[in-house]
């Protein structure tokens, strides 16, 4: 049972190249949303939404040689999976990503029908989208497709960043492929418009317009709630 039936569930997404700082951003706010007494629920894209991962994985360390796990700064390693940018990795993308589309949709009216107040997608359809090449027709005729298809969240924050940074903060990825992904995201946002752009910032800059902004989205007795914390 919801604790207020009167109240709906505010839908957001976080996403962003590797390193953009999403785990934190999405860590804070929900941390915030929870002080204020709300439910919160996080969706993670590639646990909760992704199907076929398992051959996703094999064919990044096995057939493209690529390192397995997450990198970090004392640790670092050479990631093959999404960098790779052949015809062929562009055709499997194009039907792994319908897949998860369909799987997102369902994730997403289930989550809706939870007793959360406040659910964030740590990722989103985006961040699969922005692997494609944008310049090219078919590719943007076929993003505006899967968009028409999942639902749309309340707010959409994109996390922009320095690639030198991001690729410090996470190293899986070189330098020149996280300048290429920056260039999709803004690209993307671009093309499918309503998406928020966080610009690179100081880590507490951004955890405060980022909450600020999410104020604005709630519904007017949840925002006070959460208002009448220092921001």
């Given amino acids: 049972m919801r604790a207020n039936p009167e109240k709906c569930s505010t839908f957001v997404s976080f996403s962003g190249m590797d390193g953009a700082g999403k ?13 204020a007494g709300l439910r ?6 590639w646990d909760d939404v992704a199907r076929l991962t398992h051959l996703r994985e094999v064919s990044g360390h096995k057939i493209f040689k690529g390192d397995k ?8 390693i050479n990631r093959r999976d999404k960098n ?3 015809w062929k990795m562009t055709l499997i993308r194009y039907f792994l990503y319908a897949v998860d589309a369909v799987s997102l949709r369902l994730v997403v009216k289930k989550a809706l029908k939870s007793d959360a107040d406040f659910i964030i997608f740590d990722r989103y359809a985006y961040d699969e989208l922005a692997n494609l090449t944008l310049s090219n027709p078919f590719a943007r005729a076929y ?3 899967i968009m028409m298809f999942v639902p749309r969240p309340h707010v959409s924050y994109i996390l922009d960043a320095d ?24 690209a993307l946002s671009e093309l499918l418009g309503g998406m928020t ?5 100081p880590v507490k800059d951004v955890e405060r317009q980022v909450l600020q902004h999410a104020l604005q989205q709630l519904p007017s007795v949840t925002a ?3 208002s009448s914390q220092k921001v």
Wanted: overall charge positive; aromatic content about 6%.
């Fill in 23 to 35: 785990s934190t951003q999405i860590a804070s706010l929900r941390s915030r949303m929870e002080e």
């Fill in 40 to 45: 919160v629920r996080i969706v993670t894209f």
């Fill in 69 to 76: 796990g997450i990198g970090s700064p004392d640790r670092p």
């Fill in 84 to 86: 790779v940018r052949s």
């Fill in 143 to 145: 993003v505006r497709l």
């Fill in 163 to 186: 690639p030198v940074q991001a690729r410090a903060r996470k190293p899986e990825y070189p330098v020149e492929f996280l300048q290429i992904s920056r260039a999709s995201y803004k």
């Fill in 197 to 201: 752009v966080i610009p690179p910032m």
């Fill in 224 to 226: 006070l709630e959460v």
